[in-house]
């Protein structure tokens, strides 16, 4: 009887530097994480505590080089992602957040002073950030945003607000992104430090998806900051797209993980539970939803492994960026729906992680480009047409 998620073996094709790195974030994970999952879920907390321990594991710039960070390959980095989405997509946002949206554009395009006084104590995880890019009334078409950044002597006045954002009153740091002019070619990125007079975050309450997940609203009034404070490498939306690259291919390879969850307590509930006198597994309805699980996300390890590769070589599209996270993040929800079915009533009920998981898929669905955002996305590639605007 096969008990394993890995049907491919694509392990097999891993150097040891990546099994060792997956081994001790999936002990964290089992160790540590999972038995306060319940508790910080249905308070709709994230267990900060944890926090060095994360940082001890190496997670926090894992793949960036230099400033007390990793500098490992990107295959690493996506294992350790899909073993925190195993334990819950709160957690892996976090990380994600940390790694890929304000250590990446830190590393990519700050100063050196930038990156001297920031990077170290973030891998550390003394320091943790948040990303402000999505607003109220601009998600899917960031180039709409109305934050806006004037000029004012040697500085800056950051006026506006961001919504939905992940670590936001936790955060110390913000990368706030904001126009300096009419058109979206003068979007800059901004370093907001907790606590700078007129900057405020203010946490969104009433989610039923990500609850173990520090997710808020950011407000700008007349916030003043210096001209040290600007991302100075890069205009346009450029910045905030690459940034989002980067956290699309973590979120691609996080599904994975909690696709594998869901399978793994559906297959053995189904093999313990007795109906009509015999395990339900025995059914051939529950095993056709059993291979169809299972055969995704075997699919799923295939897409981002190679999404790995062509990252390490300096090959990857951000096409097929989309192609793996909307691709992954779908079949994972839809495994995590297969599988409450599987556990009837038992589905709904937060002592098994299966709802817990469904609910946060749906929200990963909608985070860092919609289903239909990315199904654009790879509709222009292969057609050279552009959907975007009927």
Known sequence: MYEGTDFYDVQDLWTEEERLARESVRRFVRERFQPLIQRHFREGTFPMELVPELADLGIFGV??????????????????????????????????????????????????????????????????????LTEPDAGSDPGAMRTRA????????LSGSKMWITNGSVADVAVVWARTGEGADSIRGFLVEKGT?????????GKLGLRASVTSELSF??????????????????????????????IAWGAVGAAMCCYDTARRYAIDRIAFGKPIATFQLVQAKLVQMITEITKAQLLVFRLGQLKDQGKLKHTQVSMAKQNNVYWALQIARMARDILGANGTADSYPVIRHMVNLESVFTYEGTDDIHKLIVGREITGLDGFRG
């Open 150 to 157: 004037r000029r004012d002597g040697n500085g800056w006045v």
């Open 63 to 132: 793949n960036i080089t230099g400033y007390g960070c990793g500098g490992l390959n990107n295959i690493v980095y996506g294992l350790m992602m899909q073993e925190l989405e195993y334990g819950d997509s709160g957690l892996r946002s976090f990380a994600s957040v940390q790694n890929s949206l304000v250590m990446f554009p830190i590393w990519k395009y700050g100063s050196e002073v930038q990156k001297q006084r920031w990077l170290p104590r973030m891998a550390r995880g003394e320091v943790i950030g948040c990303f402000g």
């Open 197 to 205: 007079p007129g900057f405020a975050a203010t946490d969104i309450e």
């Open 221 to 250: 009034d007349d916030c003043r900051l210096g001209e040290d404070s600007v991302l100075p490498g890069v205009t346009g939306l450029s910045g905030p797209l690459s940034c989002l690259n980067q956290a699309r291919y973590g």
